[in-house]
């Protein structure tokens, strides 16, 4: 099912969540394992392009179009701690910019509010200080810090936002 997530403010161009294609995974893979964060662990291209395209019905995997072009990847999971858990969220750098990450975090909360639930959840490295001001930004909260979760030496920091 596609999800609106309204027309990019500067060109109007049409901009949607849709069920990722896993024909696009090993591309998409090859693409956020070059940039940061994911260079910077490195997580590789193969272990990125097997996320996207394995098929968790409790946790969905999306590409995000920006008119007829991938400009990104959202994965969810479900019902994690009272609320779903955002994944994964990266825009291909040149679609960056424009609104889209917090497009997804607005449907991803209307989603949540939809369904009655208490929280939204997501985590991002500390060294990504863009991606935490861009979570905060958007009503997101520190909860938590958690050394060592995905590699020793680095330390994820769990954010909230309660929607009650």
Same mark, same amino acid.
């Given at each position: ?11 109007? *161009? ?41 098929? /968790? ?14 400009? %990104?990847?959202?994965?969810?999971? %479900?019902?994690?701690?009272? %609320? ?26 209307? @989603?949540?509010?939809? @369904? ?19 979570? /905060?930004?958007?009503?997101?909260? /520190? *909860? ?10 680095? @330390? /994820? ?8």
């Amino acid at each position: 099912m596609d999800h609106d997530l309204g027309p990019d403010p500067a060109d109007g *161009c049409v901009r949607r969540l849709v069920p990722l294609d896993p024909q696009n995974a090993v591309d998409l893979g090859a693409a956020f394992a070059a940039i940061s964060p994911w260079a910077d662990y490195p997580y590789p291209a193969s272990a990125l392009a097997a996320y996207f395209a394995k098929a /968790e019905p409790a946790a969905p995997r999306y590409q995000i179009m920006a008119g007829d072009s991938i400009a %990104g990847v959202a994965g969810l999971r %479900g019902d994690w701690l009272r %609320g779903p858990y955002l994944q994964f969220l990266g825009v291909l750098p040149h679609h960056q910019g424009h609104g889209l990450g917090a497009a997804v975090l607005a449907w991803f909360e209307r @989603t949540a509010r939809d @369904t009655g639930q208490r929280n939204l959840w997501v985590a991002a490295s500390d060294f990504n200080a863009a991606a935490i001001r861009f979570y /905060e930004r958007n009503g997101f909260a /520190e *909860c938590a810090r958690l050394d060592g979760l995905v590699a020793d030496g680095r @330390t /994820e920091i769990l954010l909230r936002k309660r929607l009650i």
